[in-house]
């Protein structure tokens, strides 16, 4: 955008600011009248720097989100995993404790939550070295979706993913 | 009796605070993956919000005045239009959070599709608001969430290491096997602080103290109603520590979802106890949605200077009421995009404590006025009390984004 331009439409947000903060006070609040201003033109400058900073963090998240996952990173994924499997487990052996429909839709939130930690295992790109790590935890990650979507057969692979887990950790 | 019921703004206040969903969530976790190790912040944090809205709820009593007035007067305008924007964004996503809550809380109840419920929550959250007095309000979802106390009789069922639950609320180095657990640990002891002293908190127990008349003659209610209510509120915070400590750490499990939390209650009570934590969460969740949207409506109309309180006819408020009506509206367009709402709002209680120092500055400021508050004005022990905690937030608030990114957004 032309700079004349980003200035008539600082301009015009001051104004409008002005406009919004110029209403006339109830006793009880505060004995200021309106903006000055100065003081919005400062409040402009502030709003100026805020998204900059956003800005800034924003390009140093994408740069630190694009490098290749350590095992740091992979463990994350397989830590909720394990968790998650260990909550099915647990809502199973539970189920007559609580009402069917409970069991049911928890089940079913609890399934949601095991498909967004294994797409977040499927989509991370990771080091070399940890290929194979990341491949096993995959399939775990589907054997326990397939289980939590309703397999009544499948295991919940809770001790395999905490295996994996530890093995990240050293 | 009249002002026994005044302790419901308190405990109301208490709820938004100490038992909302990502703090549920966030408070099982800290006790799962750390025991009792934390229960210091929770005390740390309990006096800290009994402090700070002991003061605003005086000010409020005395002067007729509420925090976002104070800010702009003591802050200017700058430096409160920065707070109004940041508390705007942190109440905006709790009350996203705090409505998807409330939706989850039916579906696992109803079994309806989750975004018709988050329809009908908006629905009613607007009707309450919009029918109810405010007194009516803090009344009947203070007791509700009351509810909640079936976290403690489970705990207790549990039967907790007492001595290791005592210990906890002294302070310590965190016995921890790795040092990234170290940073997880420091960054739990952050937010954890920063959610029991969530900002919201105090702009709400201010504005309602005003909404509900209180007098010079009130300081001494308004202490009372802050201590039994916050203290409520934190023995809530201990029980759901103690039932991540003692349930959940044993079986892996580190809860994501409010249904988690009520598994656990069902699995140590059974059906009855399922019911009542569903139920205390339903009123805790709804209770803290209702305080979101309405101290944002509070805030943005005591900045601008607008007529403002549920205690007005609408029309004589009607930006306060459009203000809060929004809220809710655009909460749960938040919320239909299919974001999890218990993200959201641990994201919103890592960013409030940025806010915190802005907040309650203005506040100690003028409570310790004596040519403001002449004989109400702050003692030794309420000066002492605040400058600790001011500095205290203000370390948490230059230590959270760093801690929040070192620890992966306190994934570990």
Redesign the interface.
């Given at each position: 955008m032309p700079v004349p331009r980003a200035m008539r439409a600082a301009q015009r947000a001051c104004g409008l600011l002005n406009r919004v903060m110029s209403v006339r006070r109830t006793p009880s609040a505060s004995h200021r009248e309106c903006a000055t201003p100065g003081e919005t033109r400062k409040a402009v400058h502030q709003a100026i720097g805020c998204v900059l900073a956003l800005a800034l963090v924003g390009a140093a998240a994408l740069t630190i989100s694009r490098r290749p996952a350590g095992a740091d990173e992979l463990r994350l994924p397989i830590a909720e995993l394990r968790s998650q499997s260990a909550e099915l487990e647990l809502l199973r052996a539970q189920s007559a404790a609580a009402s069917p429909r409970f069991a049911q839709v928890h089940a079913q939130h609890l399934a949601k939550a095991i498909d967004a930690s294994r797409d977040e295992l499927n989509a991370m790109q990771v080091e070399p070295a940890l290929g194979e790590v990341r491949t096993a935890a995959s399939a775990l990650a589907s054997q326990l979706a397939a289980a939590a979507h309703g397999a009544a057969d499948q295991a919940a692979p809770t001790a395999a993913l905490k295996a994996l887990e530890r093995s990240l950790q050293r | 009796m009249a002002q026994f019921a005044e302790i419901f703004l308190g405990i109301l206040t208490a709820m938004g605070g100490f038992v909302e969903i990502g703090e549920l969530t966030f408070t099982l976790n800290g006790g799962t993956r750390f025991a009792y190790q934390l229960l210091w912040v929770n005390l740390l944090g309990t006096i800290g919000i009994i402090v700070y809205c002991e003061m605003a709820g005086r000010v409020a009593a005395v002067k007729?005045?509420?925090v976002f007035?104070?800010i702009?007067?003591r802050a200017?305008?700058?430096a409160g239009?920065?707070t109004l924007v940041a508390s705007a964004i942190v109440n905006l996503l709790t009350c996203s959070a705090e409505i998807g809550g409330v939706a989850?809380l039916w579906?696992?109840?109803?079994?309806a599709p989750y975004r018709v419920l988050l329809l009908l929550a908006l629905l009613f959250l607007v009707l309450v608001v919009w029918l109810l007095s405010f007194q009516s309000i803090e009344r009947i979802f203070g007791l509700g969430g009351l509810l909640m106390i079936v976290f403690g009789i489970a705990l207790v069922h549990l039967g907790p290491d007492w001595r290791a639950l005592a210990a906890g609320f002294v302070p310590r180095w965190p016995q921890t096997s790795?040092p990234?657990d170290t940073l997880l640990y420091f960054y739990f002891a952050v937010a954890l602080m920063s959610s029991i002293m969530l900002p919201y908190e105090t702009y709400f127990y201010a504005s309602g103290g005003?909404e509900d008349k209180w007098k010079p003659s009130d300081v001494g209610l308004n202490r009372l109603v802050v201590i039994v209510g916050f203290t409520l509120g934190g023995l809530l915070s201990v029980a759901l520590v103690g039932m991540g400590a003692e349930f959940f750490a044993a079986?892996?499990?580190?809860?994501?979802?409010p249904?988690?939390a009520?598994?656990g209650v069902?699995?140590t009570l059974?059906?009855w106890g399922?019911f009542a934590a569903?139920l205390g969460m339903f009123f805790a969740f709804g209770g803290a949605a209702i305080e979101t949207a309405l101290a944002s409506a509070y805030n943005l109309a005591?900045f601008?200077?607008?007529?403002?309180g549920k205690h007005r006819r609408k029309r004589d408020a009607g930006r306060f009421t459009l203000s809060w009506l929004a809220v809710f509206v655009l909460a749960t367009i938040v919320v239909q995009t299919g974001v999890?709402p218990v993200s959201v709002v641990e994201y919103s209680i890592v960013f409030s404590v940025v806010v915190l120092p802005f907040t309650y500055f203005p506040v100690l400021m003028v409570a310790k006025d004596k040519s403001i508050m002449g004989e109400h004005a702050n003692g030794w022990l309420s000066n002492t009390l605040g400058w600790f905690y001011l500095v205290a937030i203000t370390l948490a608030a230059l230590a959270a984004i760093p801690l929040f990114l070192l620890t992966?957004g306190g994934?570990?």
């Open positions: - | 007729h005045r509420a007035s104070l702009r007067e200017g305008f700058s239009l920065l989850l579906q696992l109840v109803s079994g790795h990234r005003i079986k892996d499990v580190e809860p994501q979802l249904g988690t009520a598994l069902a699995a059974g059906q399922l569903l005591q601008a200077g607008w007529p403002w999890d992966h994934r570990g």
